[in-house]
C-alpha cells in the first residue's frame, strides 16, 4: 500500500467532503464542484486497499444519509457526473483528458457513496436519496426531474457502450461497469432470490433495454481484450508548454490537499502490488457483470434479455440474417472469443462463462466441437481438475460438466485420441512423455473420482465424472497403459470399498454390536456403491465392446487383475454385464496359456494384439449405448445465482465488503 494510505483516516475532517455531506444545499452549478472533482487518484485494485477507503467513506455516508433529505446534495452530485457524460465522445475524440478525469472522479464518488447506501438501506430508500432534490437556488422542481436512479443506470450504460475503451477511458469504464455491480449488490444481503425491484426494472424494461445486445457485446469484447490497467497518468498534472497552465493549476491546487492521498494500487504504492495482484481490472469486472446480468432471473411476463443475447449471438463470419424471434441476437469474433476462453481458464469466472455458452449457446457449442485445436481449451480444464484438493467445489463441478457437455459429442470423443500431447509440466504423479488427449482426460477425471471417494464424498460429482467416462467409452481408442491401470485401479478401489461395507454389515447383524440403526446407512452406502460399479463395468464392456482392438492395454490390464472381477460373477446385479468381461478374459486366457509360460510382457502384448483380431464380435452381447445429457436442476438460479455473487465478493477488483450481512452464501461455499 502507498506511503500515504496512513491519511486515509483524515478525509472524515476534509472541508470538502464536510461540506458535501453537510446541511448546506449546494446547487450543482455552484464552482465547489469542479473543486471537489478535481483530484488525483488511481482507484484502489486490492480488497485490503478498498477496505480502507470505505472505512474511511462509511461516516461521511452515514451524515449524508441524514442530511440529504433536506440540502439534495446527492442528487446534484450524481447530476454534475451526468452533466459531463453527455459529452464524454467528445471529449474522447478531441483528447479532451481534464473532462475525462473529472467525470471519472464524480462517477468514483458516486460509486462510494451508493455501496454504503446500500449496506444501510432499503431499496426504496435508496430511491428516496435520488429524489430528493436540492433546495438551493436554480434547482429542478420535484415534478420536473426525471428518475434519477433510472438515468444514473441508463447513462452508465451508454458510456459503456459508446466510449471507447483506450488509456485516458480505461479508469472512467472500469468505474462505470463497478457502479453497475454495485447497484446489483443487493443480492448480497438477502438470502433469498431477488425477483423485482426498481434497479431491476431499470435494467430489464426501461431506457436499459434498447441497449442489451451492445452491453452485452461490449463485456466481452472487453473480457476479450484482456487489456492491461494502463500506467498512471502522472504526466496529466506536469505543466505544458502551451495551454496547460488551467490543467495544471487545477490539479497542482488540489492534489497536495484534498485527495493526494490516495494512490492506492498505483504510482504511490510499493512496485504497484495491486495492479500487479489484478492486472486486468476492466476485463475482470466486465466479465463479473456479464454474469450478474446473465444469471438475473426472468421477470413474470418478460424473459431475461441479458441471457437472451448471451444465448443466442453469433459469429461475425456468419453471414445468414438474423431470426426474428431473438430480438437481442448481435454477432462477435468467435476466434477471438474462443482464444480467450483458452487462455483465462484459471478463474471461476471464466470457467462460468465457458459452461454457460456451451451449455447455452448453440452457436458456440457447434463452433467449439468443430475446432481442431480442441486441447487449448480442454488441457486447463483438466488442470484444474488436477488441482482438486486447490479449488473450490464450484469450480471443480463447473470443469466436470463442461467436460459432460463435450463428451455428448461422438466426434469430440473420437478426435482427443487423435491429439498426442508430450511433457505435461502439470501433471506430477508420472512422467508422461507422450500421451493422447483422451487417454490424459481419462487419467485426470478417473483421478477426480478416487479423490471425492476418499475426502468430499460427493454423490454428484461421482456421477458426472461416470456419466463423461461412459460417453467416451464406446470410443476409447488406443489407451495409455496408465489410462487402463487407472480404469482397473478404480474398479479395485471400489471393490475393496464394497467388500468392507459388505463386512461392517454382516458383522453388526451376527453379533447385534454397535448401532442397529446404522444398518440402513450400509444398505445405503452399498446400493450407491454397487451403482458406481455397475457404471465401471459397463463402461469397460462398452469399451471391449466397441474397440477390443484398438485398445490392448485394456485388456492386459484386465487380464492382469482378473481376480478383481471373480466376486461379481454371480452376484444378481452384474451378473447381465458379466457375461462380456466373462468371455474376454476366458478366450484371452486361453490364447495366453497356448503360448507358453513365463512370457515377457511384450509377448504378452503380441498375444493380445493377434487375439483381438481372431475373436469374433458376435460373441460378444450388445448393450445399449451408453449415454448421458447434462441437464440443469430445476431453479437453476439457486445454485448459479450464489455462486456468481460469491466470484463478485471474492475476485471483484477494488471491491471490499464486510462479511457481517452477507445473506446470500455462507462465507466457506466460495
Known sequence: MGANTSQVSDLSENPSLRALVGTKPISENEPFWNQLISFTFISPTSSGDSKLLEDAVIPLAKILIENNPRTGNFGALVRVFLGRTKELKISTECQDQLFIWQAHNALFMVRCLLKVFIREMSEEELHQQFSYQERAPGSCGEAGCEDLLEELMSNLVHLIVEVPLLDITYSILFEAVTTLLVLFSYQLFHKDILRDGKIYRHIMKGRCLSLTSRLVKTLLYNFIRQEKCPPPATHIFEPQAEGGGLLYG????????????????????????????????????????????????????????????????????????????????????????????????????????????????????????????????????????????????????????????????????????????????????????????????????????????????????????????????????????????????????????????????????????????????????????????????????SCLANSLHHNPNLVYALLYKRELFEQFRTHPSFQDIMQNLDMVIGFFSQRLEQAGSDLSVERVQEVIMKGAQALPKDRLKKFPELKFKYVEEDQPEDFFIPYVWSLVFNSGVGLHWSPQGIELFSMDSG
Open 250 to 541: 487545477l490539479a497542482s491546487g488540489v492534489a497536495s490537499g484534498l485527495w493526494s492521498v490516495f494512490t492506492l494500487g498505483g504510482a504511490g504504492s510499493k512496485s504497484g502490488v495491486g495492479q500487479e495482484h489484478n492486472p486486468l481490472p476492466l476485463s475482470n469486472q466486465s466479465l463479473l457483470l456479464l454474469l450478474v446480468l446473465a444469471n438475473l432471473t426472468d421477470g413474470p411476463d418478460w424473459p431475461n434479455p441479458y441471457r437472451q443475447a448471451v444465448t443466442c449471438f453469433r459469429n461475425t463470419q456468419d453471414t445468414s440474417s438474423l431470426p426474428a424471434e431473438q430480438p437481442h441476437s448481435f454477432q462477435i469474433n468467435f476466434n477471438s472469443l474462443y482464444t480467450a476462453l483458452c487462455e483465462q481458464q484459471r478463474s471461476d469466472q471464466a470457467t462460468l462463462l465457458l459452461y454457460t455458452l456451451l451449455h447455452q449457446n448453440a452457436n458456440m457449442r457447434t463452433y467449439m466441437l468443430s475446432r481442431t485445436d480442441m486441447d487449448n481449451l480442454v488441457m486447463p480444464i483438466l488442470e484444474i481438475l488436477y488441482h482438486v484438493e486447490e479449488r473450490n467445489s464450484h469450480h471443480v463441478y463447473m470443469a466436470l460438466i463442461i467436460l459432460l457437455i463435450l463428451t455428448e459429442d461422438d466426434a469430440f470423443n473420437r478426435s482427443i485420441h487423435e491429439v498426442v500431447l508430450k511433457n505435461i509440466s502439470w501433471y506430477t504423479e508420472r512422467s508422461l512423455t507422450e500421451i493422447s488427449l483422451g487417454s490424459l482426460l481419462i487419467l485426470v477425471v478417473i483421478r477426480t473420482i478416487q479423490f471425492n471417494m476418499t475426502r468430499t464424498r460427493d454423490k454428484y460429482l461421482h456421477t458426472n465424472c461416470l456419466a463423461a467416462l461412459a460417453n467416451m467409452s464406446a470410443q476409447f481408442r488406443c489407451l495409455h497403459q496408465y489410462a487402463a491401470q487407472r480404469i482397473i485401479s478404480l474398479f479395485a478401489l471400489l471393490s475393496k470399498k464394497h467388500n468392507k461395507v459388505l463386512e461392517q454389515a454382516t458383522q453388526s447383524l451376527r453379533g447385534r454390536q454397535g448401532d442397529n440403526a446404522a444398518l440402513p446407512d450400509y444398505a445405503q452406502d452399498l446400493n450407491v456403491i454397487e451403482e458406481v460399479i455397475r457404471m465401471m463395468l459397463e463402461i469397460i464392456n
